[in-house]
Antibody
Framework: QLQLQESGPGLVKPSETLSLTCTVS???????????WSWIRQPPGKGLEWVGN???????HYNPSLKSRVTISVDTSKNQFSLKLSSVTAADTAVYYC?????????????WGQGTLVTVSS | QTVVTQEPSFSVSPGGTVTLTCGLS?????????PTWYQQTPGQAPRTLIY???SRSSGVPDRFSGSILGKKAALTITGAQADDESDYYC?????????FGGGTKLTVL
């Protein structure tokens, strides 16, 4: 059974960089050519927002509204992928989910982590 | 940036039928946008109901169905039950990225 688990600081100061890691178990990122690995966020009481995807090869797609501040990377040796969001403000406070996105004309986030709340505050 | 539109809220009576829609601010939704529908209850991660317009995810009751209605994607719940009271999100594949709608809060009463 595939499982994803987010980890990282729950509190980040304004103007600093938010860093999260998603650890994947039950499947290997490096052999999963049918999937992208994604980050999605949800501000408290609000809707979902796609942040970006990474393929096992390292190719990425980012939300245009966040592109200038986002970096997603993959470490296949650790079966992890990571999110960095720079110059954060209170508007970046959200539950951050990592998820697997099926490609091959399906485009379904079929597995999700439990989510981790990141608060931006001094 | 293209906006994906959903009704902010909807209400249905137990046993009733409701259709939630997912539109685009500047275009019609088609199967090439691979509309996917998620259900989210408080404190939980979303779960897939319908993917690729009308394919039901494993374990999802057949009272949930997806389609294209006119210019929008649609999620129909036939015979609504109390535990269908949730937030529902659609997401579309647009230009290499994914765009979520704002979500619909469904009340069953």
């Amino acid at each position: 059974q595939l499982q994803l688990q987010e980890s990282g600081p729950g509190l980040v100061k304004p103007s600093e960089t938010l860093s999260l890691t998603c650890t994947v178990s039950g499947d290997s990122i490096s052999t999963s050519s049918s999937y992208y690995w994604s980050w999605i966020r949800q501000p408290p009481g609000k809707g979902l927002e796609w942040v970006g995807n990474i393929y096992y090869s390292g190719s990425t797609h980012y939300n245009p509204s966040l592109k200038s501040r986002v970096t997603i990377s993959v470490d296949t040796s650790k079966n992890q992928f990571s999110l960095k969001l720079s110059s954060v403000t209170a508007a970046d406070t959200a539950v951050y989910y990592c998820a697997r996105l099926r490609n091959s004309a399906l485009y379904d986030f079929d597995y999700w982590g439990q989510g981790t709340l990141v608060t931006v505050s001094s | 940036q293209t906006v994906v539109t959903q009704e902010p809220s909807f209400s249905v009576s137990p046993g009733g039928t409701v259709t939630l829609t997912c539109g685009l601010s500047s275009d019609s939704v088609s199967t090439t946008h691979y509309p996917t529908w998620y259900q989210q209850t408080p404190g939980q991660a979303p779960r897939t109901l319908i993917y690729s317009t009308n394919s039901r995810s494993s374990g999802v009751p057949d009272r949930f169905s997806g389609s294209i209605l006119g210019k929008k994607a649609a999620l129909t719940i036939t015979g609504a039950q109390a535990d269908d009271e949730s937030d529902y999100y659609c997401v579309l594949y647009l230009g290499g990225g994914m765009v979520f709608g704002g979500g619909t809060k469904l009340t069953v009463l």
